[in-house]
């Protein structure tokens, strides 16, 4: 079974940036859609940004301009790249592989002043 395991998560102030990255246990990027979900307190999980086999990438209106979805297959790694965060943000970041629907445990992200 496809372990992913996601990182990067912290504590930010308004405008702020973070990374988070998203590893795979095996080289399953290059063959599957991958995609960046964040859950905040009392919300629905929300699709944010998904990434295609040919690195297409799509994003919620929320975050266009702001964050940015990439992929490493050499290393089996995604990333989010957040750029001019705000206090919104805040949210549980889990990682998806739409193939075999796997799941990270999630990295929390805070916006905070």
């Known amino acids: 079974q496809v372990q992913l395991v996601e990182s990067g998560g912290g504590l930010v102030q308004p405008g702020g940036s973070l990374r988070l990255s998203c590893a795979a246990s095996?080289?399953?990027?290059?063959?599957?859609?991958m995609g960046w979900y964040r859950q905040a307190p009392g919300k629905q999980r929300e699709l944010v940004a998904v990434?295609?086999?040919?690195?297409?990438?799509s994003y919620v209106d929320s975050v266009k301009g702001r964050f940015t979805i990439s992929r490493d297959n050499a290393k089996n790694t995604m990333y989010l790249q957040m750029n001019s965060l705000k206090l919104e943000d805040t949210a549980v970041y889990y990682c998806?592989?739409?193939?075999?629907?796997?799941w990270g445990q999630g990295t929390q992200v805070t916006v905070s002043s």
């Open positions: 990434i295609g086999r040919d690195d297409s990438t």
């Open positions: 998806r592989d739409f193939q075999g629907d796997n």
């Open positions: 095996t080289s399953i990027f290059r063959f599957s859609v």
